[in-house]
């Protein structure tokens, strides 16, 4: 077994059982609140949240965050997870690609068009590696496995954290504007727990990027996730680092503001539950995202796990329709909402 699939397995068992959710951090999404509509006029059968990505049609606006790959175990995920995504018309992400980019013979724990002929899938790389690869690196990687585009992730906090990991940043907005010339709305960028904010989002769109996930705070830390692997000032420094980041709802309602219509954006970090994807929603993203969650409903029940958590917050989602009398994703976000809270500082401050 080599480094990164080693690392690879060691991150599977932390966050199937480790504590990778500070209990300090939050989406602050409990700051929003969705307006209840006595009399909603409709019928549960009348919403629709079909919803429109790489060139696909989703049944419901919700992607299965990229996560793993590399090993024996993360292929059955990845194989399970994308089942899942298919049967529901979700969107699905597998894990970085570095594992297959290193070493061929792993490239079958990423294959999942078997199971999932038709899903939305994204393939997955870090930016700097990306910058090693080049355009053509990163698009073999997103044809290998038939994807239907490749989401470039960000994770300096979890890199500084990680003994071995990345130390120079440098380069990213010009692997970015090479790589849209030759993907175009292939291409995604997003972070993987601290969040993206209005400044860098801005640059990217500048840049022709068209899909943003945010992965905000207040959920899955990867800073916490190393800070568990760490010793010593690694260890104390990622303890400090684990509550850094932006947090999910701030990243998505500024977002929105600062780019547009034009962007598909995504929320994740730290959604857990129907009425907060519902949530995410309202406030400006076309999709919600959601990792941890689902990969646990894996890891203790494989596909039916899975299914049964999905069915929740999937049920939880058409309620939150429901009780604010919208059929759609766009009525949803005509409605009125409240925030409160330290998320109005937020959002105002950024
Ligand atoms: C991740 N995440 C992740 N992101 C990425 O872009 N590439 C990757 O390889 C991984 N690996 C990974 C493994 C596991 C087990 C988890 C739980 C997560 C990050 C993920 O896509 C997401 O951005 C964050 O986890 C935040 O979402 P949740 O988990 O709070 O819903």
């Known amino acids: 077994e080599d480094i990164t699939a080693r690392r690879k397995d060691a991150h599977l068992d932390l966050c199937a059982k480790g504590e990778v959710e500070p209990v300090e951090n939050s989406t602050l999404l409990e700051h929003v609140h969705l307006v209840h509509c006595a009399m909603p006029e409709m019928a549960v059968e009348d919403v629709d949240l079909s919803t429109p990505f790489l060139g696909k ?12 790959g590399g090993t024996e175990r993360a292929g059955a995920v990845n194989r399970d997870l994308a089942l899942v995504a298919e049967r529901h018309g979700l969107a699905f992400g597998v894990g970085s690609q570095r594992a297959m980019a290193e070493d061929a013979a792993r490239a ?8 999932a002929p038709t899903v939305a899938l994204l393939g997955n ?7 090693g690869l080049g355009v053509d690196g990163v ?7 038939g994807a239907d585009g490749i989401a470039l992730h960000l994770n300096a906090g979890q890199e500084l954290t990680q003994p071995e990991g990345d130390r120079d940043f440098r380069g990213g907005y010009e692997i970015v504007r090479a790589l849209v ?15 993206i904010g209005p400044e860098v989002a801005r640059r990217l769109v500048e840049l022709g990027v068209r899909n943003l996930d945010v992965s905000g705070l207040g959920g899955t830390s990867w800073v916490r996730v190393e800070q568990l692997r760490a010793s010593g000032v690694q260890a104390k420094v990622g303890a400090e680092f684990s ?3 932006i947090p999910t709802a701030a990243a998505v309602a500024t977002v929105r503001t600062a780019v547009g ?3 598909r954006l995504v929320g994740s970090g730290g959604i857990r539950t129907g009425l907060e994807v519902a949530k995410v929603l309202a406030l400006g993203a076309d999709l919600a995202g959601m990792a941890l969650p689902l990969f646990r409903a894996q890891q203790e ?5 899975a299914e049964r958590a999905l069915e929740v917050i999937l049920t939880g989602l058409r309620h939150a329709l429901v009780l604010t009398g919208s059929r759609s994703c766009a009525e949803l976000r005509r409605r009125p909402r409240v925030v409160g809270g330290v998320l109005k500082d937020w959002m105002a401050a950024l």
């Open 139 to 145: 698009r073999r990687l997103m044809d290998a496995i």
């Open 181 to 195: 010339g030759a993907l175009g709305e292939r291409l995604l960028v997003k972070e993987t727990g601290c969040g």
């Open 108 to 115: 079958v724990t990423f294959q999942v068009r078997q199971v």
């Open 301 to 305: 029940g494989g596909v039916e796990g």
């Open 261 to 263: 219509s034009q962007v």
């Open 243 to 245: 509550t850094w980041g």
């Open 57 to 68: 049609q989703l049944r419901y606006p919700l992607l299965v965050t990229g996560m793993t």
């Open 125 to 131: 790389i870090g930016m700097y590696q990306a910058v």
